[in-house]
């Protein structure tokens, strides 16, 4: 088992410890994980496609394929930034296939080489998006992002909603930190500019 921590040295993300112990084959250990960060990787995904079931059916592959390839994570960034890169990948992926795919029923079962099997849908509590509504100025600012252009929207969901830093943006994204800077920057403004601009008319409304 490799050294999870050594006398003298800073201190080591608890990640670190969990993913060593997953693998070596600990479930729980990924399990643990899987707790930690799938509200997080709900939110990037439904951030970029926009919709929530795809979000969802995103969340469980992001963790499937994480799990699969668990030996390729060697530690060079934070776990919660190489899940954040596949989320990025996952959902850009699905954007891309939304056109040419055709839409599935809910109700449609899942044909097997076992036979049809009712569609599986995961059950993420409590709900992100009855969380993310639970307040006015919420949803506006909601409405608001989803109007950014998808390049700066994306950078803006990772750096100053989920509190990523700008380094591990970039690395999530493949871009460069001064791209990152520049594109967040702008995104800033079009926000400020457009709640200013929403507020305002809000204004006049109620003094007219």
């Known amino acids: 088992m490799p050294a999870i921590q050594s006398p003298g040295t800073e201190e080591i993300h608890p990640d670190v410890e969990l993913v060593a112990r997953a693998k070596d084959g600990d479930v729980a250990a990924f399990e643990q994980l899987v707790r930690q960060y799938e509200r997080q990787i709900f939110r990037v995904a439904q951030h970029i496609t926009q919709n929530r ?3 969802e059916d995103i969340t469980q592959d992001v963790f499937l394929k994480a799990y699969e390839k668990l030996e390729q994570f060697q530690g060079n960034s934070k776990f919660s930034t190489w899940l954040v890169r596949i ?3 996952e959902s850009l992926m699905r954007l891309r296939k939304r056109k040419t795919s055709k839409t599935v029923s809910m109700d449609e079962d899942v044909q097997t080489e076992d036979g049809a099997i009712p569609r599986d849908f995961a059950e993420w509590r409590p709900n992100p998006e009855q969380l993310y509504n639970q307040s006015e100025l919420g949803d506006i600012l909601r409405r608001t992002i ?3 252009p998808p ?3 994306t950078v803006f969901t990772l750096r ?9 943006t970039a690395e999530a994204l493949g871009l460069s930190v001064p791209a990152v800077k ?6 800033r403004l079009q926000l400020r500019e457009r709640l200013s601009r929403y507020f305002g008319q809000k204004k006049e409304g109620q003094t007219t």
């Open 53 to 55: 079931e795809d979000a």
């Open 151 to 153: 390049g700066f929207r």
């Open 160 to 168: 100053d909603i989920e509190n990523l830093s700008t380094e591990e």
């Open 87 to 89: 989320a990025v990948n």
């Open 146 to 148: 989803q109007g950014l």
């Open 182 to 187: 520049s594109r967040l920057l702008r995104a």
